[in-house]
């Protein structure tokens, strides 16, 4: 009975750290679904913040075309 006592209290720490570690790895914190969602002090101050695959992420500043306007 001890014994899986101890296993289940390993489980619960030894998936807590994933789940600890997936959100300071910053999975599904900057996730967006336009520009405007993204933290505009995400990035140096010669770089923008663009959403790209549901994820912000620092660009050059330029021409943008978008193909496909919805």
């Known amino acids: 009975m001890a014994e899986i006592l101890k296993f289940i209290c390993f489980m619960i720490i030894f998936l807590s750290s994933f789940i600890v570690s997936e959100s300071l790895n910053g999975h599904g914190r900057n996730r967006c679904f336009r520009d405007s969602d993204c933290p505009k002090v995400m990035c140096p101050s010669y770089l923008v913040t663009k959403c790209f695959k549901k994820h ?5 500043p330029g021409l943008q ?3 496909n306007p919805k």
């Open 65 to 67: 075309v978008q193909l």
């Open 56 to 60: 912000c992420r620092c660009r050059k």
